[in-house]
């Protein structure tokens, strides 16, 4: 089964992939002319957290979002298309986040959603400091960027199932030989318990295999 520290290190991996691919796309929005500040909200459900950021008022202004539920950020991430305001402290929309934006250095944003055919998933926020109307070209831009930001996030969610499911797998499989050397079955005739025991009790394979490799074989709350 792979280790607590295996999988540790695999995911480390994993986020400083992550970490830097959105660095060099967000610091690209920026050389673009597009925008002064970006940042990238991610949604997980009705979950959502910044996962990369150019500036630290970046995270400071998602996350005000984040907790009036208000804001460019928000509304993009669960809303198709581009979002566009060339002056947040007068934006009806967001009443409370905007002069607060307005106070602390931003004019104007610009939020695209993020998604892919499957997963809606999350938005890329463009923050300028001065007032600024955007046009056909600054649209364009942070569609083609959002693409990419977008190609980027469902590489590493697509990694992230991949360490679950080797994780359950190695699990299933330590199951297995605890139970053929335990009872001294095959290895067959080991699945073939995992199998019925997830189907009565109604839990995942991989859960079933967890609590054999913890108990070292049947635990006495799945024996008949």
Not at 144 to 150: H, L, M, R
Not at 169 to 194: N, P, T
């Amino acid at each position: 089964m792979i280790t607590q520290a295996q999988r540790a290190l695999g995911q480390a991996d994993i986020d400083a992939r992550l970490d830097q691919g959105l660095r060099g796309i967000l610091a690209a929005a920026v050389a673009s002319g597009v925008c002064d500040m970006a940042g990238v909200t991610e949604r997980v459900g009705d979950e959502l957290s910044t996962v990369g950021a150019t500036d630290d008022l970046v995270n400071r202004l998602d996350a005000l979002q984040y907790d009036l539920r208000q804001g460019p950020c928000v509304q993009a991430s669960y809303q198709d298309g581009a979002l566009t305001s060339h002056d947040v402290s007068g934006d009806e929309r967001w009443p409370i986040w905007g002069p607060a934006a307005a106070r602390a250095g931003v004019g104007a944003v610009l939020s695209v959603h993020l998604y892919t055919e499957r997963d809606s998933m999350g938005a890329l926020n463009l923050y300028v400091t001065g007032s600024r109307t955007f046009g056909h070209d600054d649209l364009e831009t942070a569609k083609f960027i959002a693409s990419t930001v977008s190609v980027t996030l469902a590489g590493h969610r697509q990694s992230e199932h991949l360490w679950a499911a080797i994780d359950a797998r190695h699990r299933v499989g330590a199951a297995q030989g605890i139970l053929v050397g335990k009872y001294d079955i095959s290895m067959d005739q080991a699945f073939e318990v995992l199998r019925r025991l997830s189907s009565h009790h109604e839990l995942k394979l991989s859960a079933i295999a967890t609590r054999i490799v913890a108990h070292r074989g049947i635990p006495p709350e799945f024996r008949d």
